[in-house]
């Protein structure tokens, strides 16, 4: 099984643009309406979600206006606790 490419020098279509500069990257490429979100740590070992209040976030400008998966609300408590 022989390939003609295997060891042999292959020419980069973009080489030339990418090392002058002139090539457009993926994060060079605007994206519209991108929505962000951002992970947090919990502060409870061991609790669980009971409601989630977004009405402030909700109040926020550019916002989605979707219905978030705790539209009904959350909060954390510890196990065992209401």
Partial sequence: MSSSVI?????RIDGRLKVTGGAAYAVE???RNVAQGVGIASTIGKGRI???DS????KMPGGTGGSP????GA???P???A
């Fill in 75 to 77: 909060s954390v408590s």
């Fill in 50 to 52: 009971v409601r989630i």
């Fill in 55 to 58: 009405t402030e976030a909700e």
């Fill in 7 to 11: 060891g042999q020098p292959v020419t």
């Fill in 79 to 81: 196990s065992g606790g």
């Fill in 69 to 72: 998966p705790w539209q009904y």
């Fill in 29 to 31: 490429h605007p994206i």
